[in-house]
């Protein structure tokens, strides 16, 4: 994975300390909330099934979620190699939480989707969690709520703008983003 180095004179924060001052907090708790996403996502996936790791359990989200997908769909998405996805789709497979059929119009490709049982299975666990963001977050007013999904969901697109920006560019990697 490749990393872009910005000159701090390039950065615009550069020239204001307090903005460069909130852009490294922004960094650190970014830094933090994914290290602990992904400490959760490999919880919840063995809450899944006994033995699938994190990466199965954002697969069946993104299937959850995007409706049936092609394989090569899901590395793309995800950002992840052909065999890993392989791997995974295997395990969910085998576990009875995605379905796997060949695409109707391209029977070497295949078709993925969520199983009935993972999406039951996953609805119980969102369902779970998102009790858990009520619980913790009781004292936040709706407004802060509504407005820290609403910053994260610009950060996502921004994300996601990002990726295919880089996948567009010839060479390029989402790392670079």
């Known amino acids: 994975m490749s990393t872009t180095v910005i000159s701090p004179s390039a950065s615009p924060s550069a020239v204001d300390p307090a903005a460069h001052e909130a852009h490294v907090t922004l960094e650190r708790e970014i830094a933090l909330l994914l290290r602990r ?4 996502q490999g919880r919840l996936a ?4 006994r ?4 990466a199965a359990y954002g697969l069946l989200v993104l299937l959850d979620d995007a409706g049936p997908l ?3 769909d899901v590395v793309v998405r995800l950002g992840l190699d052909k065999s890993t996805v392989s791997r995974q789709v295997a395990s969910l497979v085998e576990a009875g939480l995605v379905d796997r059929v060949a695409d109707p119009d391209d029977g070497r490709a295949q078709v ?7 999406h039951r299975r996953l609805s119980e666990i969102r369902d779970a969690r998102r009790t858990r963001w009520e619980a913790d977050l009781a004292d936040w007013s709706t407004e802060d709520v509504a407005a820290l999904g609403t910053l994260l969901g610009r950060l996502n697109r921004l994300g996601e703008a990002r990726e295919a920006q880089a996948g567009a560019t010839p060479g390029a990697t989402p790392g670079d983003a």
């Not at 996403?37 to 959760?40: E, L």
């Not at 993925?112 to 993972?118: F, H, I, M, P």
């Open 37 to 40: 996403g992904r400490a959760i």
């Open 46 to 49: 063995g809450e899944l099934h």
């Open 51 to 54: 033995g699938l790791d994190g």
């Open 70 to 72: 092609r394989a090569s």
């Open 112 to 118: 993925l989707s969520t199983s009935e049982e993972g």
